[in-house]
T-cell receptor
């Protein structure tokens, strides 16, 4: 079984400030973790993934995420937010030995204020 | 990255008619395609998984006779909403993955989505 939780419906941050979008997961084995971004009326775009290796994963548009096995978390971060980062962010998980079909979180709306 | 094309992006139809949405992988062969439905400000709901040349696997609660999925080739899957009603109005998104090598497990390439409005 696999599940993922995004505890925040919305995150507000001022432009230039660091941002964090939270994600926790639950899987039966070693997790594969993903972040996607969705702009209004668009499909999802892949940001980054953790499969194995370094816990800090760097992705597109300056985003990064840290895999924390003990806390079962995979929070998305960016050192300095841009207004153009405002979008809906989805965390997803699957796991080695699973069906490889990812389960998505409910999404977090990121709003970056000028 | 790999490109998935979805068409049409928007469609408005009358209640009782059928609507077909196409999903194409443009530069890779998609052994598996997924169809999602997304309600406003909500997450993606997986409707079905389709594999080329075989019947789609529908998630619990999804009416297979209403949402017909055909994966006729390695680059094309279609979703037909039959006898559409206003409650079928939604944003439908397809995604695809190839055999291992193009993308790791679970990494999907998404179409741009199709906004269906049933009057």
């Amino acid at each position: 079984a696999q599940s993922v939780a995004q505890p925040e419906d919305q995150v507000n941050v001022a432009e230039g400030n660091p941002l964090t979008v939270k994600c926790t997961y639950s899987v039966s084995g070693n997790p594969y973790l993903f972040w996607y971004v969705q702009y209004p009326n668009r499909g999802l775009q892949f940001l980054l993934k953790y499969i194995t290796g370094d816990n800090l994963v760097k992705g597109s548009y300056g985003f990064e995420a840290e895999f924390n096995k003990s806390q079962t978390s995979f929070h998305l971060k960016k050192p300095s937010a841009l207004v153009s980062d405002s979008a809906l962010y989805f965390c997803a998980v699957t796991w080695a030995g699973g069906s490889y079909i990812p389960t998505f979180g409910r999404g977090t709306s990121l709003i970056v204020h000028p | 990255g790999a490109v998935v094309s979805q068409h049409p992006s928007r469609v408005i139809c009358k209640s009782g008619t059928s609507v077909k949405i196409e999903c194409r992988s443009l530069d890779f062969q998609a052994t598996t395609m997924f169809w999602y439905r997304q309600f406003p400000k909500q997450s993606l709901m997986l409707m079905a998984t389709s594999n080329e040349g075989s019947k789609a696997t529908y998630e619990q609660g999804v009416e297979k006779d209403k949402f017909l999925i055909n994966h006729a080739s390695l680059t094309l899957s279609t979703l037909t909403v039959t006898s559409a009603h206003p409650e079928d109005s939604s944003f439908y998104i397809c995604s695809a993955n190839s055999a291992p090598g193009l993308a790791g497990p679970g990494e999907l390439f998404f179409g741009e989505g199709s906004r269906l409005t049933v009057l």
